[in-house]
């Protein structure tokens, strides 16, 4: 049996056409299980995802990358989406929800 994580990436296989690619991505609902690669291979699909850390591995690296990110928000060239806002003494019921995948947008909590 596999838990919400695991069905969802099932489910996106199945959805994606023969030929076609799955791009996983973000763990809020846990770790997802191992992938049989007959299950790639039977319909010649494709899996890819990534993970930033490995990408910007130093702290100049971030401190340059998010000055860049907050300058397109100040600027109006990105919208953040909130999807819920939660008090800092429920940050337990922040992350049920974030768990639960009915998540669309950042969860923030305040002071």
Request: proline share 5%; net charge positive; glycine share 12%.
């Amino acid at each position: 049996m596999f838990d919400s994580v695991g069905t969802t990436l099932l489910d996106s296989f199945a959805a994606a056409r023969t030929g076609g690619r799955v791009v996983f991505f973000g763990m809020a609902g846990g770790t997802p299980p191992a992938v049989d690669p007959r299950l790639l291979m039977d319909r010649s699909l494709t899996l890819t995802g990534g993970d930033l850390w490995n990408v910007l591995s130093t702290r100049e690296d971030r401190i340059q990358r998010a000055g860049e990110l907050f300058g397109w928000i100040r600027a109006g060239r990105v919208r953040v989406r909130i999807a819920a806002t939660y008090p800092l003494a429920e940050g337990a019921a922040a992350h049920r929800f974030l768990e639960s995948r009915r998540a669309i947008g950042k969860v923030l909590l305040v002071p």
